[in-house]
C-alpha cells in the first residue's frame, strides 16, 4: 500500500502545529519524504549474494553442471573440454547477477527485499540531516523538534534540538510514534501525523511552557519532499 498525502492532510496538519505550539515555546516542524534512500546498494548485495549462492550450488554438484552445460551447449563430446565448463560456468553467473540485479531495480520488490534494520538506519540518518537543516540551532531557546516520516519504509523519527534532550528522555516520545505508526499502517498518515504532533506538543508543553514574548520561529506547514 503507497500512502499519499492529500491537501487536507496539510491542512490538518499544520493546524494541528499552530495548536501545539500555543502552549509551548517549543516548535516543531514536520517533514515527510516519499522514501529515505534510495537502497541501490540493496539490490547490488542481492544479486552479489545470488551469485556466490549459485556458484556454491555449482561446486556441490559439478557432474550435474558439466551435464547441464553440455546439453546448453549442444556438445556431444564425452568430456566437456575446461575451456568450455569455465566460459559456461562464468556465462551462468553473469546471467543470474543480472537477473537479480534487474529484477531489484522495480522499487517495490526492492524495498520489499530491504531488511527492516537497514530501513530503520537510513531513515534515522536521513532524519537527522533533515533536523540539522530545518531546525537545529534555529530557535532562541535551541527548543526545535522534528516529526520525521518516511512513506515508503512506513517509518518515522523523532529528533530534538539540545534543550530538549536535556530534559526530555527519549522514552517520552513513545505515545505520539505509537500513534503515528498505528494510523499509517491504518492507511491514515494525514490522522497520525496530526496525532503525533498533539502528543509531542503536550510533552513539550510540560517543560517548556509559552513564553509570554513568543514568537513563531519555526514554519507550521507541512513540508513535503
Known sequence: MQLHLTQADHDLVSAAVTQAEAHTSGEIVTIVARRSDSYHDVGLS???????IALALMTAFPVQLRAFLSMLLLDWEHELADWKLLMG????LILKFLVVRYLLAIMPLRMLMTPRATKARRVRRRAILLFRTAAEARTRGRTGVLLYLSLDEHRAEIVADRAI????????WGEAMAALIDAIRAGRAGDGLAEAIRQVGIVLAAHFPRDDDD???LPDRLIEL
Not at 560456468?89 to 551462468?92: A, K, T, W
Request: charged fraction near 20%; aromatic fraction near 10%.
Open 46 to 52: 542481492w544479486a552479489a549474494a545470488a551469485v556466490f
Open 89 to 92: 560456468l562464468l556465462g551462468l
Open 165 to 172: 534532550n536535556e530534559k526530555v528522555a527519549p522514552e517520552a
Open 215 to 217: 514568537v513563531n520561529e
